[in-house]
């Protein structure tokens, strides 16, 4: 590697001051001017440890104040260095998104992070590059003491952004790219997708018109005066903080509406976008603001350091993709938050229903196990096996779904979603105290009750249906169906003989995607709105009347989501043991109803001689694997819920003490309902 890469033995601060600016000048003699700056960003940079980045400049500060002609050529070298450089594109663009596509984004600002952009010499973004190219330089600066930063401005002799003549100065480069924020914000605010979301504005003038006109006319009372800037108290500066809380009002309307309206992934990156700009704006205004000679000297600085930080942070993938998909995670949460409203029971009378509900589903499930035993006799490929098995599981799934009967493990990813929504409301309405964590807990145990209760149900119908199935496939054809896979269902469900704890991890994963698809399709048909335009249909109004159309939107509205989310949970389901086939890896899913159902099947095929091992291994396998299919399930949903309202993973710790502590108090909560009454949640 020391072939490839010179490691260059780290000098103090000041001896590379002296080196490059003492008597010697030997600055003056380089080749490349940016090296001494790069050199001496070097040995200044902190080594992270504990994820503090300590600096401290007070060393280089000492050294300046005794050495004076060094202090002389550094300023001399560093105005050199900053000497009519552009840097509105930095203003203008860094850490800001550039295009709405956002798998286009994201691989643009990869490829960047591999192999950077370098732009023209001439400006200060490529002096920016060379300089302060690692990720974490945006931070450290950001911790260097200000006072500090003040000594070392006044030291140097720098002049503020104020004293040169505006049109070749280093403020010229502020105006340029306000005039650039503005004129775009202006445009992508009159999107037609843009303002759809927002009809509140329909009737006004746009705040982004009048905040353009109004920003224009102060520059234009700074370009023809000698100060440069204007004071906080001018009258046309209160005007313009209120036309941009107006424009920030537009924004975050927009945003609110996207619960009534739906919102795409192409409207949420326009209005993140002009966000984003608005708050790019907000500071360049506040460099317009000057009250006192420190005033010019603080702008001054706060420029150079957002300057940096902007440069360091465009290329972020990781903040990028968090702000882009949290609104959108929280639209599709919402929709599983209400869909797992109705998997939560409270009353006995809730309870025994989602039992009947699952006895429905394990029913459903039985003659899927059959089925599927069957195809896997047809002469095919790996793809048909794929295809028939994903439509056995999809069409069932659907069943299940339409015939509202309920397979276990669907919950968790709803569920998920209401408990973080009460634990959100309950923040709100409580304020951040142990109260709202005991109704989380609460919450939990009927949640957890409700999933204890679904699989019984499940496993109790599958297998007798699995078992009936196969004899009567046997007593009228005298053709046992499982006698040449049996050994293979039964090690299947072995937690220690197969990879089933991985393979039902899978399922989990396939479980939570499948909600993640019912709340994205729910999303998207409100945001298209498309039960409307099927309402007003004039096909369907003319032939089959508005009343029927109507009960035909409202049925798509109520099941869509649902059937499309069933449908491809179905096609994950089927495939994934072909998918592993194609490409040499073992995988496969497991899932606790279907296991109940293959279990009855390897038993009947075995002509029930299984070894007591193997059963005890199959009957734990099968408990394990829907304890995995909850545990993966529910957190990956969890987690993305959490992370959809803005509310810290370290609530968890609180949240799991709750539950803790309930189950101690009343075990028996998470497995039936023992309250009375439905006032449980109304902890006094």
């Not at 520059?219 to 005007?239: C, G, K, M, T, V």
């Not at 790019?280 to 009250?291: A, E, H, N, P, Q």
């Not at 019912?518 to 508005?546: M, W, Y």
């Not at 279907?594 to 009947?604: E, R």
Request: hydrophobic fraction near 45%; proline fraction near 2%.
């Amino acid at each position: 590697m020391k072939l490839f890469f010179k490691s260059k033995p780290k000098s103090t601060a000041t001896e590379l001051l002296t080196e490059f600016f003492g008597e010697t000048q030997s600055w003056r003699e380089t080749n490349d001017l940016i090296e001494p700056l790069v050199e001496l960003v070097r040995v200044i940079r902190p080594v992270k440890n504990k994820n503090v980045l300590k600096v401290d400049l007070q060393e280089i500060i000492s050294f300046l104040k005794k050495n004076d002609s060094c202090r002389k050529q550094f300023s001399i070298y560093l105005k050199e260095v900053l000497k009519d450089r552009k840097f509105n594109k930095i203003l203008a663009d860094a850490a800001i998104l550039q295009d709405v596509d956002f798998i286009f984004e994201v691989k643009k600002r990869i490829f960047a992070k591999l192999l950077p952009y370098q732009p023209q010499k001439d400006t200060l973004e490529y002096v920016l590059n060379q300089v302060f190219y690692l990720a974490n330089d945006g931070v450290w600066i950001n911790r260097i003491p200000f006072s500090q930063l003040e000594e070392l401005y006044d030291l140097l002799q720098f002049k503020s952004i104020y004293e040169s003549k505006l049109p070749n100065s280093v403020f010229s480069e502020v105006l340029i790219a306000q005039h650039l924020i503005i004129q775009r914000i202006s445009g992508r605010a009159m999107e037609t997708d843009v303002i759809k979301m927002v009809p509140e504005f329909d009737d006004l003038e746009s705040p982004f018109s009048a905040f353009e006109k109004e920003l224009f006319l102060i520059e234009d009372r700074i370009i023809n005066s000698d100060s440069h800037y204007i004071s906080s108290d001018d009258l046309s500066y209160a005007q313009l903080l209120i036309l941009y809380k107006q424009c920030q009002g537009f924004v975050e309307k927009a945003f609110h509406n996207s619960s009534k309206y739906g919102i795409s992934l192409r409207v949420n990156q326009h209005l993140l976008k002009i966000r984003q700009q608005l708050e790019r704006l907000i500071f360049l205004i506040s460099l317009l603001v000057v009250d006192s000679e420190k005033d010019k000297r603080n702008n001054s600085i706060a420029l150079a350091l957002r300057l940096i930080k902007y440069n360091c942070y465009k290329n972020n993938v990781r903040k990028f993709v968090a702000e882009s998909t949290q609104l959108l995670s929280y639209e599709i949460t919402q929709h599983t938050a209400k869909t797992g409203e109705h998997y939560i029971t409270e009353s006995r009378k809730e309870y025994f229903k989602m039992f009947q509900g699952a006895l429905g589903g394990g029913f459903i499930v039985g003659i899927l196990c059959i089925i599927k035993v069957l195809l896997s006799k047809a002469d095919t490929s790996f793809f048909g096996h794929a295809f028939l098995y994903s439509m056995n599981y999809a069409f069932g799934f659907i069943a299940i779904y339409l015939l509202g009967f309920t397979l276990a493990t669907k919950q968790p990813a709803m569920t998920a979603s209401a408990l973080v929504k009460a634990l959100e409301e309950g923040a709100l309405q409580q304020g951040v105290g142990t109260i709202k964590y005991k109704a989380f807990a609460v919450l939990f145990a009927r949640v957890f009750r409700s999933q204890f209760i679904a699989f019984v149900g499940n496993v109790i119908m599958a297998f007798p249906i699995s078992l009936l199935g196969i004899w009567l496939i046997d007593y009228f054809l005298n053709y046992n169906i499982a006698a040449t896979k049996w050994e293979h269902l039964l090690v299947d469900l072995s937690p220690i003989h197969s990879l089933a704890i991985f393979h039902a991890a899978i399922a989990g994963v396939f479980l939570f995607l499948s909600g993640i698809i019912s709340g994205s399709v729910a999303n998207r048909d409100k945001h298209n709105q498309v039960c409307f335009r099927i309402t007003e249909h004039p096909f369907l109004k003319r032939n089959l009347g508005k009343g029927k159309t109507l009960q035909l939107a409202k049925l798509y509205e109520k099941k869509w989501a649902g059937i499309i989310s069933n449908f491809w949970f179905g096609v994950f389901m089927g495939s994934t043991a072909s998918v592993g086939l194609f490409l040499g890896l073992n995988l496969d899913v497991r899932h606790i109803t279907f296991g109940s159902g293959n279990l009855a099947l390897a038993l009947y095929g075995a002509n029930y001689d299984v070894s007591s091992w193997m059963l005890f291994w199959g009957i734990f396998g099968i408990g394990l694997i829907g304890l995995i299919n909850f545990m993966v399930s529910f957190s990956l949903s969890l987690g993305l819920a959490f992370r959809s309202r803005a509310i810290s993973l370290f609530e968890l710790r609180f949240v799991t003490v709750a539950i803790w502590n309930h189950f101690k108090s009343k075990p028996l909560s998470f497995f039936f309902p023992t309250e009375r009454q439905t006032n449980e949640l109304h902890l006094e």
